[in-house]
């Protein structure tokens, strides 16, 4: 199985960018579904952006703003960050699940990395 460890995390302030990678390890990379999650605190987690092979998939509240590249050979998925907004403070969660039936939904991912933090200043 599949383990996932983010890094990119930081304070930027609004209106600038920032790229989040995802490294994946001990698994075969390419038959994973991928995406992210993000929690902030004191607010339930929610469900930012996701990949199948190429087709991709966001949250409304971070469409236009937020792309996620995805490199099998390099076996890392990352979430490129524009135009960041105060709301969009949180820790973020690289996770991933077998297939590429896409899902919104946190429990239908199986392997989860431990989080980066995001800190975005006004």
């Known amino acids: 199985q599949v383990q996932l460890v983010e890094s990119g995390g930081g304070l930027v302030q609004a209106g600038g960018s920032l790229r989040l990678t995802c490294a994946g390890s001990g698994g075969t990379f390419s038959r994973y579904f991928l995406g992210w999650f993000r929690q902030a605190p004191g607010k339930e987690r929610e469900f930012v952006a996701s990949?199948?092979?190429?087709?991709?998939y966001f949250a409304d509240s971070v469409k236009g703003r937020f792309t996620i590249p995805r490199d099998n050979a390099k076996n890392t998925v990352d979430l490129q960050m524009n135009s960041l907004k105060p709301e969009d403070t949180a820790v973020y969660y690289c996770?991933?699940?077998?297939?590429?039936?896409?899902?919104?939904?946190?429990?239908?991912?199986?392997?989860w990395g431990q989080g980066t933090q995001v800190t975005v200043s006004s």
């Open positions: 990949i199948a092979w190429t087709s991709t």
């Open positions: 996770v991933g699940k077998l297939g590429l039936v896409p899902t919104t939904e946190g429990n239908d991912y199986d392997f």
